[in-house]
């Protein structure tokens, strides 16, 4: 029997609202469908429960991706938290979702019950989240799949501030976003993105962490050549 | 527990990194340490309401009247009260309906500004217990109580100004004293006479029957916000969400633009020179004088458009062509009138339009003249248009002449010398319901 693949759905890349049927399972048999945030199955039809662009990964992975304030936790997310208290066990960290997370003392590389770091109220890390539901509180980890750091861990210095999910996403895409782009060409800076809408900026001069986090902030609603556009104006107004 | 996870904690990077361009001047947001951020002024749909945005932050205020017994101690004065809404759709850390203490700082600071006696809420009893708070020095009274009084210790209006705090994105003292200032500017109570068989009955008149009055505000406080950093020596003004987080102390200073100091708050945080606060306030005063212009602004083109709006209700049988004549009334303190009536098609005329209110609504700030259009001279008489267009404004006469002798017969208590006064009925409101008697003789007119 030939494996058919599942005619991708009409919707996909485009715009959903609540309740828009997005993929109909009665032609589809054998198949399995990956549903990630926003859909929901109802008996033979996927519905859309949040509203957004439908995105489809290959082979089989739909999701719903929005753009808010806040952020709904979901596995394999890199995040920026803000540790907010310390326990026996774990560090209470913010990540700008409906419940604090939970970091463990030993999820660092290399780490025992011996060198437990010292972070303070107010550290910021960034971590990659290991467990999400809606029920428990989330939990991170600042190692990666294999037990490395991987520039996981705590960021010092430099400055954060907050952006949409949406805005986020973008600065992560490949190719690299426009305003990153044209930021990257004149100016010499580090930058961590979390998925969770926080952004933090680090470079030898302060006036250059001012200048990228106005001409990020500013962007969120501008298209390729506009970013493009104020940063220039951004550059000339400071030179 | 249950909110405090919501709270913003700035991070350790953030509050080293402010501070750090603060010692050389640069703020996060690319401003100078002393500009405000962009004011942009809404005056709402309708009279009283008003809406700023200050940067992020966005404050809606809202005015409301209503009679009440005047209290026993001022029996000849009205009552001002504010009163101010933390939704927490503004900021996480807002719980409905029960103020913190930074809520109880907000609340307290118009107050002193704009009256000495306010009823506040307080944190100590009940979220719904209002208490009393009389402040025992005469503070700056920027409007007038005394204008508000109608009968001496029976009926006295009371004005409300709700504050609701729609988004919290720093220095919201600064942003509700100026839309409580720009919804005051703009409201307008009702009118009433006293009446009746013992002299003592008040009689409240329909705002379609008789124009509302607007307040009588002697002054515009404003309220200046800084933000002290590093032991006093840094200072900034209107901080944002952030630099308030990791501020060391802050105060705010009201001035008017007369350069009276009407009130200083400094609630506890970090101890500054005397001379740096002395520096603040001539900051501030140049502020204040610059913002108190911003407020006049907006109000003179509410008042206006709102103006125009009246005088454009034309009735349906009036042709296109003439489908508006505006006219615009001077009323000068000592009565005299000036009036200007252009048609919509000369657009020079309507230069002056823009021209004329501003004298006008300044005078009425003074005593509680009428507005605009109202000087609506219910004796129209149809004397003809000073300016040209004269043919077409005679033909405007004879198409509305029924509405206008309508209007004419309108009974309205403030009758102003008439010079000059034409096809003003063309302005006056067609809409408003006629008592029978003006109505039969209207009949016998059109016939």
């Known amino acids: ?239 | 527990m249950s909110m405090d996870h919501l709270r913003w904690r700035p991070t350790v990077n953030e509050r080293d990194f402010i501070e750090r361009v603060l010692q050389s001047d640069l703020r996060v947001d690319g401003r100078n340490s002393f500009d405000f951020r962009t004011l942009k002024i809404t005056l709402g749909r309708e009279d009283g309401m008003s809406e700023v945005q200050l940067g992020e932050t966005r404050v809606m205020a809202y005015v409301t009247a209503q009679l009440v017994q005047p209290y026993r101690d001022r029996p000849n004065e009205g009552t001002l009260a504010i009163f101010t809404e933390f939704s927490p759709m503004a900021d996480p850390a807002f719980e409905a309906g029960h103020p913190g203490e930074s809520a109880i700082e907000l609340g307290q600071s118009p107050d002193s500004c704009f009256c000495n006696l306010s009823i506040q809420r307080c944190v100590s009893m009940e979220p719904n217990v209002d208490c009393l708070r009389f402040s025992p020095l005469r503070e700056s009274r920027a409007v007038d109580m005394e204008s508000l009084c109608v009968v001496a210790g029976k009926q006295v209006w009371s004005v409300r100004v709700d504050l609701h705090i729609l988004d919290n994105g720093g220095n919201l003292i600064d942003a509700a004293n100026i839309a409580a200032l720009a919804a005051l500017s703009t409201f307008r109570r009702p009118e009433c006479t006293v009446g009746g068989d013992d002299g003592q009955q008040v009689i409240v008149h329909d705002p379609e029957v008789r124009d509302p009055i607007p307040l009588t505000i002697h002054h515009m406080p404003i309220a200046v916000t800084f933000a002290y950093f590093g032991e006093g020596n840094i200072v900034v003004l209107d901080p944002t969400y952030k630099e308030e987080a990791v501020m060391g102390g802050r105060m705010t200073a009201t001035i008017n633009s007369n350069g009276d100091v009407c009130a200083i708050q400094k609630a506890g945080g970090e101890g500054v020179m005397s001379g740096v606060i002395m520096q603040c306030l001539r900051i501030a005063s140049v502020k204040a004088a610059d913002i108190t212009s911003k407020i006049k602004k907006a109000v003179d083109s509410y008042t206006t458009e709102k103006d125009l709006k009246k005088v454009k209700r034309l009735p349906v049988s009036v042709p296109q062509k003439i489908h508006v004549t505006d006219v615009t009334m001077e009323n000068k303190g000592d009565g005299e009138l000036e009036t200007q009536t252009q048609t919509a098609k000369t657009p020079s005329d309507v230069q002056q339009i823009s021209k004329d209110p501003a004298p006008m609504v300044e005078a009425s700030s003074e005593e509680d003249a009428q507005p605009v259009t109202d000087s609506s001279n219910a004796e129209a008489k149809s004397t003809s248009n000073p300016h040209g267009a004269n043919g077409e404004s005679d033909e405007a006469q004879e198409i509305g002449s029924p509405k206008s002798l309508k209007d004419a017969i309108k009974p309205k208590h403030k009758r102003k010398k008439k010079s000059g006064r034409i096809t003003s009925y063309h302005c006056l409101r067609i809409s408003a319901p006629l008592p029978p008697p003006q109505r039969a003789f209207l009949q016998d007119i059109n016939k």
């Open chain 1, 1 to 239: 029997m030939e494996s058919r693949r599942p005619p991708p759905s009409p919707f996909v890349e485009n715009y959903v609202v609540p309740g828009d049927v997005v993929l109909d399972l009665s032609e589809m048999t054998n198949q399995t469908i990956k549903l990630g945030a926003g859909l929901r199955q109802e008996c033979d039809t996927i519905q859309a429960t949040s509203s957004g662009k439908l995105r489809l990964s290959k082979p089989n992975k739909y999701w719903v991706e929005s753009s808010q304030k806040r952020y709904t936790p979901s596995v394999e997310d890199t995040v920026l938290g803000i540790v907010v208290d310390t326990k026996p066990d774990n560090f209470l960290v913010d990540i700008k979702g409906p419940n604090l997370a939970f970091l463990p003392v030993l999820a660092f590389e290399g780490g025992t019950r011996r060198n437990i770091p010292k972070f303070e109220i107010g550290t910021l890390i960034y971590a990659r989240v290991v467990k999400a539901n809606s029920i428990m509180n989330p939990e991170l980890s600042c190692m990666d799949a294999t037990g490395k750091a991987a520039e996981f861990g705590q960021l010092k210095d430099g400055y954060m501030f907050d952006t949409s999910t949406g805005m986020s996403r973008m600065l992560l895409s490949s190719p690299t976003c426009p305003v990153l782009e044209a930021l990257g060409k004149k100016l010499s800076f580090e930058i961590a993105v979390g998925l969770n809408g926080r952004v933090w900026v680090n470079a030898p001069a302060p006036n250059t962490v001012i200048l990228v986090s106005n001409a990020i902030i500013r962007s969120e609603s501008l298209s390729g050549i506009k970013q493009r556009a104020m940063v220039e104006n951004l550059l000339q107004k400071l030179t």
